[in-house]
């Protein structure tokens, strides 16, 4: 059974500094993984998409590797602000009906 | 419409009553998923369609739990005879085709609280 592990399940950081978000899978079969953010009260919000063969996408500050073999992923996010401040989750595909495994999340909160 | 929209937003509703959660995707969409985020559980898979039928309905966490959808648009979410460990956010997704493909749009979710 896939498992889906976030790492660390909350961070704070001042304002300009770099983040690093892991998250980790049990089964490399996937046909992709996905990076969302949710604010509190609020949807998901798709931030990167990384399809199985990729090794990594970037919009904006953003930048997602992709290790398949291994079972990791990282989200980069680049001189982070206070509005980055939501819970990020990690999901991986696992069929091809697009059927999500999601990961725990990490809650960020970027001070001023 | 212009999101995915699901109603109501909040739901308090008495344990052993029934509920129906409503879901409107994106026109033209043709994927459509519910999902459960609830304390300590995270997000779990609920169910799947593709047009009016569901492929995949193996989250249902039991029979009490049903789905349907019609015209290929709107989806509702049925539990019955409610139980408190039924209350959480359940959110409906849609895509255009095919979610490896396309990806998905969330809707804002509905927060069911069972008492």
Same mark, same amino acid.
């Given at each position: 059974?896939?498992?889906?592990? =976030? ?15 892991? /998250? $980790? ?25 990384? =399809? ?35 819970? #990020?989750? /990690? ?9 999500? =495994? ?11 | ?21 409503? /879901? ?28 009016? $039928?569901?492929?995949?309905? $193996? ?24 139980? =408190?460990?039924? $209350?959480?956010? #359940? ?25």
């Amino acid at each position: 059974k896939q498992e889906v592990t =976030q790492i660390p399940a909350a961070l704070s950081v001042p304002e300009g500094e770099n983040l690093v978000l892991n /998250c $980790s899978f049990t089964d490399s079969a996937i046909y992709n993984l996905q990076w969302f953010r949710q604010d509190p009260g609020k949807g998901l919000t798709s931030l990167l998409l990384i =399809q199985s063969s990729q090794r990594e996408q970037t919009s904006g500050r953003l930048n997602a590797s992709l290790d398949k073999s291994s079972g990791r992923s990282t989200l980069y996010i680049a001189a982070s602000q206070p509005g980055d401040s939501a819970t #990020y989750l /990690c999901a991986v595909t696992t069929d091809s009906w697009g059927k999500l =495994q999601f990961g725990a999340g990490t809650q960020v909160v970027v001070t001023p | 419409g212009a999101g995915v929209s699901q109603s109501p937003s909040n739901k308090v509703t008495e344990k052993g009553k029934d509920v129906e959660l409503r /879901c409107d995707p994106i026109s033209g969409h043709t994927a459509l998923y519910w999902y459960r985020q609830s304390l300590g559980q995270g997000l779990e898979f609920l169910i799947y369609f593709q047009g009016n $039928s569901a492929p995949d309905k $193996s989250g249902l966490p039991s029979d009490r739990f049903s789905a349907e959808r019609t015209g290929g648009s709107v989806s509702t979410l049925t539990i019955q005879r409610t139980q =408190q460990e039924d $209350s959480a956010v #359940y959110l409906c997704a849609s895509s255009f085709g095919r979610t490896v493909d396309y990806g998905y749009t969330f809707g804002s979710g509905t927060r069911l609280t069972v008492v």
